[in-house]
């Protein structure tokens, strides 16, 4: 989860222009903030998503080890034992499915949702064919809710209290990629401040969660680094 977290500060930081609306979105639910409220943070939801779109947790989904032999419709004939899995990271960049892949929208999620009623079908935790950074079906991960309040809980406490921006003339910390698995570079650093103006305008149930740097941090009117180094 922290490096899911990690890649969603990132690619706010590279992406500045959704930071307000992202805090106007939580700023109209500070006024009756429950447990519930984090379910109805769509374009949230929607940011993380098109966060796990590029850079999931691997390229690879759905690995398993054949049973029994088995032959698909187009005449592949899958042996017994053989392993199996599905290109999840290509189908997710697939411009069939998703228009301009190698564009960051970190609202196509809430805009493809629409008005649906059925909108929690395109929360960060959602699965679908087409979306698998979680798996799909009746093996899909089942921490995934929990995950997904965690990393919530905390970008909201984060981007509400805080201000990020890269080291300067540096832009976002490339991904690494160790075999199948994709993650946000945690050895490098950025620089954050404490926004002073907002921060009593924070719910107290996110004040109750105390964020934890890899490195001391002083918060003050100066950026200061985060990192691991």
């Not at 992202?22 to 998503?49: P, Q």
């Not at 805009?111 to 950074?133: C, I, Q, R, W």
Request: aromatic share 12%; proline share 7%; charged share 25%.
């Amino acid at each position: 989860m922290l490096l899911r977290q990690l890649s969603v500060i990132y690619d706010l930081t590279a992406h500045p222009e959704y930071t307000d609306i992202l805090r106007a979105e939580i700023a109209n639910l500070t006024s009756d903030w429950n447990k519930t409220s984090y379910a109805r943070l769509r374009k949230l939801d929607s940011f993380m998503r098109e966060s796990q779109r590029m850079a999931p947790p691997t390229v690879l989904g759905l690995k398993r080890i054949m049973q029994q032999p088995y032959t698909l419709e187009d005449g592949t004939h899958l042996s017994k034992g053989m392993y199996v899995c599905v290109a999840a990271h290509a189908i997710e960049n697939d411009p069939k499915i998703f228009p301009e892949p190698q564009k960051f929208d970190g609202l196509r999620s809430f805009k493809g949702a629409g008005p649906d009623p059925n909108a929690n079908l395109h929360s960060f935790a959602a699965t679908e064919t087409t979306v698998l950074g979680f798996g799909y079906g009746k093996t899909a991960c089942p921490g995934r809710f929990f995950a997904a309040l965690v990393i919530k809980m905390s970008i909201v406490k984060l981007i509400s209290d805080y201000e990020f921006r890269f080291l300067p003339g540096e832009g976002r910390p490339k991904n690494r990629v160790i075999h199948e698995f994709l993650f946000a570079s945690p050895w490098d650093k950025i620089q954050l401040r404490r926004r002073e103006k907002y921060k009593h305008t924070i719910p107290k149930v996110l004040n109750s969660f105390a964020f934890r740097g890899t490195s001391p941090v002083k918060f003050g009117h100066a950026y200061y680094y985060l990192g691991m180094k």
